[in-house]
């Protein structure tokens, strides 16, 4: 257990729904990131926040919107997605930001 | 080739042998980390490596850092049925952004008891 929380652990969306992943980190840690991981591909890094402020973008299409309303909670807001985007949704937290990263167990997306 | 590949893809071995992985990367780096992830869960942090170090050990562990060859390897002793898992490397590049981690596709571990 690495107090690092996802909700939900398993989500099944069509194209046209619109859902959210949630984060969640006790451990008083300033820095919350979402990753993307694909079969047969590198984990992606997607967002990057620092004391909730976005500090890195990777390129990420806009159908994928985070929010940060705090330092504990990060969100991933999903919308008119393509069955390509489905993958395990990783979050992960870290103290400082240049410490080791400490990662929740993902949410498997399935988008239809 | 990207940065963080690491090699073997897989390797199986028995219990009680040890395991070793590579880890290779292309750009200077602030710190180099192994994860590793069971099936389908969140990955779990392993051992920090700095650029200014070369060695470093955690219990059965053994990672070394060869910043001329830029590359790494992680040791595994003594291995056994539990550690069967994922593996990867993840290198924390100079200059970029805060906290930004590049990961590697992994090696496959399996361990038969």
């Known amino acids: 257990e690495t107090g690092v929380t996802q909700t939900p652990r398993h989500l099944v969306m069509g194209m046209t729904n619109k859902k959210s992943l949630k984060c969640e980190q006790h451990l008083g840690h300033n820095a919350m990131y979402w990753y993307k991981q694909s079969a047969k591909k590198p984990l992606e890094l997607m967002f990057v926040?620092?004391?909730?402020?976005?500090?890195e973008n990777n390129s990420v299409p806009s159908r994928f919107s985070p929010e940060c309303p705090n330092s504990s909670h990060l969100f991933l807001h999903l919308h008119t997605l393509q069955p390509e985007d489905s993958a395990l949704y990783l979050c992960?937290?870290?103290?400082?930001?240049?410490?080791?990263?400490?990662f929740g167990p993902g949410t498997r997306l399935t988008v239809l | 080739s990207q940065q963080g590949e690491e090699d073997p893809q897989a390797l199986s071995i028995q219990e009680g042998e040890n395991a070793t992985m590579n880890c290779s990367y292309k750009t200077s780096i602030n710190n180099l980390q192994w994860y590793r992830q069971n099936s389908g869960r969140g990955l779990v942090h392993l051992i920090l490596?700095?650029?200014?170090?070369r060695e470093k050990h955690s219990g059965r562990l053994r990672v070394t850092l060869d910043t001329s060859k830029k590359s790494s390897s992680l040791l595994i002793t003594a291995s056994r049925a539990a550690d069967t898992a994922s593996y990867f490397c993840?290198?924390?590049?100079?200059?970029?952004?805060?906290?930004?981690?590049?990961f590697g596709q992994g090696t496959i571990l399996t361990v038969h008891p």
């Open positions: 992960a937290s870290s103290p400082r930001g240049v410490d080791e990263q400490f």
């Open positions: 926040y620092n004391f909730k402020e976005q500090t």
């Open positions: 490596i700095r650029s200014n170090e």
């Open positions: 993840a290198t924390d590049e100079s200059g970029t952004s805060y906290g930004k981690l590049t």
